[in-house]
Nanobody
Framework: QLEESGGGLVQAGDSLRLSCLAS????????MAWFRQAPGKEREFVAA????????MYADSVKGRFTISKDNAKNMLFLQMDSLKPEDTAVYYC?????????????????WGQGTQVTVSS
């Protein structure tokens, strides 16, 4: 029900946009988020959006550089990543939860995609 795309290898300072194709039910009724997991580290929250897109939340580490957005008509969730840093290197996951949007841990979200790799070289 969730499928990410758009990952790749970029240089520090570059931009990348991740996409997540969701089912109609998820995109219209669920809060959605992006998480990431670097090698040897726990999965961490990156950004989240309410079902309407009217409320967004960001981790402090990406605030001002990343932008989460939705296109409900196309069943798509996006993550625009600008000014990328090597520490942004991780597998990025799209996630969804029924209910209010939360900037919490992975256990707050019950639906997950397979992930897409983002690698930022210095």
């Amino acid at each position: 029900q969730l499928e990410e795309s758009g990952g790749g290898l970029v240089q520090a300072g570059d931009s990348l946009r991740l996409s997540c194709l969701a089912s109609e039910t998820l995109i219209e009724q669920y809060a959605m988020a992006w998480f990431r997991q670097a090698p040897g580290k726990e999965r961490e929250f990156v950004a989240a959006s309410s079902w309407s897109g009217g409320t967004t939340m960001y981790a402090d580490s990406v605030k001002g550089r990343f932008t989460i957005s939705k296109d409900n008509a196309k069943n798509m969730l996006f993550l625009q990543m600008d000014s990328l840093k090597p520490e942004d290197t991780a597998v990025y996951y799209c996630a969804a939860r029924f209910g209010t949007v939360k900037a919490g841990g992975p256990d707050e979200y019950g639906n997950w995609g397979q992930g897409t790799q983002v690698t930022v070289s210095s």
